[in-house]
């Protein structure tokens, strides 16, 4: 079992900054892939980034140059850098784990709004 919380998110205008933390109850080593998901008002939840054991990563086409994400496997931590912030980013970000053995896990979510 693994509890994750998020944090940092707020209220950002656009073309500012945002790091995202989620940190997880336990050791984060053996946690195959974590990552990001959002999901804007009436909208599905999409894949934002994530990051493997291994530190492969992957993006969606919208963020890739702008996002940036990463882990520290000594603190329990995955972060998500964003920049250059756009009114489309707005929404809520969840932070997720998984694990081919007891699947997956899900943070509460933590708002974003990118607004002038």
């Known amino acids: 079992q693994v509890q994750l919380v998020e944090s940092g998110g707020g209220l950002v205008q656009p073309g500012g900054s945002l790091r995202l933390s989620c940190t997880a109850s336990r050791d984060i080593f053996s946690i195959n892939t974590m990552g990001w998901y959002r999901q804007a008002p009436g909208k599905q939840r999409d894949l934002v980034a994530v990051?493997?054991?291994?530190?492969?990563?992957n993006y969606a086409d919208s963020v890739k140059g702008r996002f940036t994400i990463s882990r520290d496997n000594a603190k329990n931590t995955v972060y998500l850098q964003m920049n250059s912030l756009k009114p489309e980013d707005t929404a809520v970000y969840y932070c997720?784990?998984?694990?081919?053995?007891?699947?997956?896990?899900w943070g509460q979510g933590t708002q974003v709004a990118v607004s002038s």
């Open positions: 990051i493997t054991s291994g530190g492969s990563v």
């Open positions: 997720y784990a998984w694990t081919p053995r007891t699947g997956s896990y």
